[in-house]
């Protein structure tokens, strides 16, 4: 590579948040849901959403200039391939997806305060907190964890599962996939109780909502088990340790072994790293995010998390890598010794 082409690949880098930015902007602000139809004039929009004329116009143009929505005169209106994601909440929750990824842009434009130290300027929106940032942070689980959660489950085994119990699981996308492949199972879906307003919303969209249990937990500050939860035979954990310290998911781990039944697993589904912790990429992007999200969360390696099991007395049955997001690590309870 040349200076040149170093200079270009630089400042390709260092550019790519406008794009981003454009359409971020346009699914916060809800543009699109006054686009369809015939569409709208620049000006019809900025007084329905209170906005300026000026920065509504020149954010349509550049949506248009991006193939996102179509200009006719003065007259913007949404393409067809992209309306049925970008209008309400969009299909598969997507809409909801774009103004996550918003509320985490303004996490990021502070990265480095972040990593000096510094204190979070923004914690009133955290998504534990804020209400919509927390609807909006569910809802985009169910865009993330809806697309796969069918695949991920042909993964899981639960022949001899009676009780499931999915720790911070959000939308309930794989609980609803477990049930759906067998309905004898007893599902318990445990999150946070500002979290399970949506979650109760989205549940009772779906055909076999009614059947899960839902259990509001606070597991990682709480030491207390809700007396509402029975003895599992599957514990469940997508997508949460991340967040966390390892000292608290050594904590959280030792504390959820005992709920097992003998024999019983503890499943993690996670971004893993590769033992240099340079590898694969979408993964080390995916830890600067929890940078920029978090106090004190990372993105750890398989090795690394079967060893809180194994702290707490579980065995690493195996651990598979299912993609650059997606890695099964499975810990199982010792069955009772005469």
Same mark, same amino acid.
């Given at each position: ?46 007084? %329905?959403? *209170?906005?300026?004329?000026? @920065?509504?116009?020149?954010? $349509?143009? /550049?949506? +248009? !200039? ?96 009676? %009780?499931? *119990?999915?720790?911070?699981? @959000?939308?309930?996308?794989? $609980?609803? /996939?477990? +049930? !759906? ?96 912790? %340079? ?12 940078? /920029? ?46």
């Amino acid at each position: 590579m040349d200076a040149t082409d170093a200079r270009d690949r630089l400042d390709t880098l260092a550019a790519g948040f406008m794009e981003a930015k454009v359409l971020l902007t346009g699914a916060e602000l809800h543009l699109f849901d006054h686009l369809t139809g015939a569409g709208a004039t620049a000006a019809g929009v900025a007084q %329905t959403i *209170g906005a300026t004329v000026r @920065g509504v116009e020149i954010l $349509l143009d /550049a949506l +248009v !200039a991006l193939e996102v929505i179509d200009k006719l005169g003065d007259r913007y209106r949404n393409r067809p391939a992209y309306a049925p994601l970008l209008v309400g909440d969009g299909d598969g929750q997507f809409a909801a997806l774009l103004r996550h990824r918003a509320h985490c842009f303004r996490g990021w434009a502070h990265l480095e305060e972040k990593i000096r130290g510094e204190a979070d300027r923004d914690d009133d929106r955290s998504v534990i907190r804020d209400p919509a940032a927390n609807r909006s942070f569910i809802r985009a689980m169910a865009a993330v964890s809806g697309a796969h959660a069918a695949a991920l489950v042909d993964h899981l085994d639960l022949d001899g599962v009676h %009780t499931v *119990g999915d720790l911070g699981g @959000g939308p309930g996308s794989y $609980l609803l /996939a477990m +049930v !759906a492949r067998q309905p004898e199972i007893e599902p318990y879906l445990i999150d946070l109780p500002l979290t399970l307003v949506t979650t109760r919303a989205l549940l009772a969209e779906a055909a076999a909502g009614q059947a899960i249990h839902t259990v509001a937990w606070d597991f990682y500050h709480d030491p207390e088990v809700p007396t509402a939860l029975p003895p599992f035979d599957l514990l469940f954990l997508s997508q949460v340790v991340h967040a966390e310290s390892s000292a608290r998911n050594a904590d959280l781990f030792a504390r959820l072994a005992p709920l097992l039944t003998p024999g019983g697993r503890l499943v993690v589904h996670e971004t893993t790293l590769e033992p240099d912790h %340079t590898r694969p990429r979408e993964a080390t992007l995916f830890a600067v995010n929890m940078v /920029a999200m978090t106090d004190s969360g990372r993105v750890y390696t398989a090795g690394e998390i079967a060893a809180w099991g194994e702290a707490a007395g579980l065995v690493c049955a195996r651990w598979d890598h299912l993609g650059p997001r997606s890695c099964l690590i499975t810990l199982r309870r010792p069955k009772a010794t005469r």
